[in-house]
Nanobody, 112 residues
């Protein structure tokens, strides 16, 4: 059974940084392309960043390009999202995704 468990969400001030983690199990992690998505209050879920099984980023949303970095550690079955220069509009629940499977999400709130 595919399991994706996100962690690392927090309340952070504008301009701050955060690192999100996603632990994967129940599937061949090192063979899977993965992605981060987010859903802000009152908005649809949107794609943030994708990464190949080898660790090469595939794409970033224009809204986060240059500020967020996706990475992974296949030895640990972990996916990461490094968030820098955070803005209030980055407030959302962040999800990791593999195929049609989603984690439960982790809340990021950017506020002074």
């Amino acid at each position: 059974q595919v399991q994706l468990v996100e962690s690392g969400g927090a309340l952070v001030q504008p301009g701050g940084s955060l690192k999100l983690s996603c632990a994967g199990s129940g599937f061949s992690f090192s063979s899977s392309h993965l992605a981060w998505w987010r859903q802000a209050p009152g908005k649809e879920r949107e794609f943030i960043a994708g990464i190949t099984s080898r660790g090469d980023p595939t794409a970033y949303a224009d809204s986060v390009k240059g500020r967020f970095t996706i990475s992974r550690d296949n030895a640990k079955n972990m996916l990461y999202l490094h968030l820098n220069s955070l803005k209030t509009e980055d407030t959302a629940i962040y999800y990791c995704k593999r195929g049609e499977s989603w984690g439960q999400g982790t809340q990021v709130t950017v506020s002074s």
